[in-house]
Nanobody, 120 residues
Framework: QVQLQESGPGLVKPSQTLSLTCTVSGDSITTSYYYWSWIRQPPGKGLEWMGGIDYGGDTSYSPSLKCRASISRDTSKNQFTLQLTTMTPEDTAVYYC????????????WGQGTQVTVAS
């Protein structure tokens, strides 16, 4: 059974950088041909794919976040991390990590999500 667990601060101040980590169990983040994504859902809005990293370590990002987002991984810990700079209240959302297959837009396993609020 694949499990994903997000961790990070629940409250971030405007202009700060958010750092979230997704710890994966039951599968390796280097397993071909899986893709590991960060997805968020602002209050009252739909899901937004932010970016991800594939089994080989290649990353891609939503064009709207490309300048602010950075995704990396630690294969020794089976974790991948999101950093999002210059946080604003509009970044308040539930943040999810998820697994999908390369070449598809569907995620088959999700973390439970973590609430991030941007406020001073």
């Amino acid at each position: 059974q694949v499990q994903l667990q997000e961790s990070g601060p629940g409250l971030v101040k405007p202009s700060q950088t958010l750092s979230l980590t997704c710890t994966v169990s039951g599968d390796s983040i280097t397993t071909s041909y899986y893709y590991w994504s960060w997805i968020r859902q602002p209050p009252g809005k739909g899901l937004e794919w932010m970016g991800g990293i594939d089994y080989g370590g290649d990353t891609s990002y939503s064009p709207s976040l490309k300048c602010r987002a950075s995704i990396s991984r630690d294969t020794s810990k089976n974790q991948f991390t999101l950093q999002l700079t210059t946080m604003t209240p509009e970044d308040t959302a539930v943040y999810y990590c998820a697994r999908g297959r390369v070449g598809t837009n569907e995620q088959d396993y999700w973390g439970q999500g973590t609430q991030v609020t941007v406020a001073s």
